[in-house]
């Protein structure tokens, strides 16, 4: 049995799911590059996480929370990857780099732009070495415009965005919005990216650049907001739980906490005013059609939100599902991960980590009927799989013990 075996994967060719055979070296940390790499090993890609010395991933130390000492920030993105710590600072770490991008099929990285090609590693340097090479750079703000060199981060690319002047209530301060939308969108756009020029490859030989930032993933969420400015060069103002272009369209309060109504079009209006118990409104001159709702929105939520508080989420939900509304509980994120739904649709998967023990991930959101995705490795530990890569590259024991004793991989 190989070490990879005993620790719960599988030997790359084994490995099931459509990208089975995809071999992907993820140069990257924190969300963005280790999201992408996350996508593409439960779709059954070799991902080889090739971490810095010393240290590795910056998310190694998120230590709150921790399980048994091991971060649950980096476990959450970074399972069914295979681990090597590399010193790429160092002349013997480059080789071994060029060494193992010959037979690669994709290189992802997200450090700052232009920091591999100060390394010596750019891509023209790698296309050397591999032609057919798929190279994928997620930066702050991409390889192009002025904003080429800057560093990024998740939070500076919401504002640089707009996606902080629309997010939170009217009247409040900018608010981020809660996830890492930027940095996790980017992360999606990149695999996307990378299957695209795959495609591509198979189809031609050819290898290409694949080029994303967090400034991009943040623009191509503002789809609607962009939409107005586009039509009518006035920037949109955050409006809470509420949509932007539709009403009612929002969490309501009910008595036991919020739930969303969704009326999105006239027919489902139409049935939240039967379900509310208040048919007029359907020809209330304020609200007859969705341009009178918008108008009024205020006067419209408060008069719904007086009907919704007086029963629990639960009676309201099987009213609106029984009349065929879009409806539905605001869950704290405890109470998402343990509905039914979610686990009848394997969004939670059961892990054993060398050191932290079990755990639990989020599962992959994108599922196969002929190829089903991989969800049995765990995060690595910092340069778990050193000594099985560096054999696969052909070194010989001798060759292992001396590049860990000079600190080139640990």
Known sequence: MTANEASGGKPPAQRSGPLAGLKVLELTQIMSGPTCGLLLA???????????????????????????????????????????????????????????????????????????????????????ANPGLIYCAITGYGRTGPYA???????????????????????????????????????????????AAYIHKLKTGEGQVVDTSLSDAALQQTYWHAAVWFATKKSPQPTGSAHLLTAPYQAFQAADGWINIGGANQSNWERICDVLGHPEWRTDPRFATN???????????????????????????????????????????????????????????????????????????????????????PAPLLGQHTRELLAELGLANAEVEQLLADGVVG
């Not at 130390?61 to 790429?88: E, I, T």
Request: proline share 6%; charged share 20%.
């Open 42 to 128: 439960d779709m059954g890609a070799d991902v080889i996480k090739i971490e810095k010395l010393p240290g590795g991933d910056d998310s190694r130390g998120y230590r709150d929370p921790q399980v048994n000492g091991v971060s649950a920030p980096f476990m959450m993105l970074n399972r069914n990857k295979r681990g090597l710590a590399l010193n790429l600072k160092s002349e013997a770490g480059r080789a071994l780099l060029l060494r193992m991008v010959k037979d690669a099929d994709v290189l992802v990285e997200n450090f700052r732009g232009g920091t591999m090609d100060k390394l010596g590693l750019g891509y023209d340097v790698l296309k050397a």
């Open 291 to 377: 341009s009178d709702r918008m108008a009024h929105l205020d006067t419209l939520v408060g008069l719904m939100n007086a009907v919704v508080s007086t029963r629990t989420r639960a009676q309201w939900q099987a009213d609106f599902d029984a009349a065929g509304v879009p409806a539905g509980p605001v869950h704290t994120i405890g109470e998402a991960l343990e509905h039914p739904q979610t686990l009848a649709r394997g969004m939670v998967v059961e892990l054993d980590h060398p050191q932290a023990g079990p755990t639990q991930a989020i599962g992959c959101p994108i599922h196969f009927s002929a190829t089903p995705t991989d969800k049995r490795r």
């Open 149 to 195: 060199d800057k560093g990024g981060f998740d939070l500076i690319a919401q504002g640089f965005a707009g996606l902080m002047s629309v997010t939170g209530e009217p009247g409040r301060p900018p608010s981020k919005n809660g996830n890492a939308v930027s940095d996790m969108n980017a992360g999606i756009l990149a695999a996307l990216g990378i299957l």
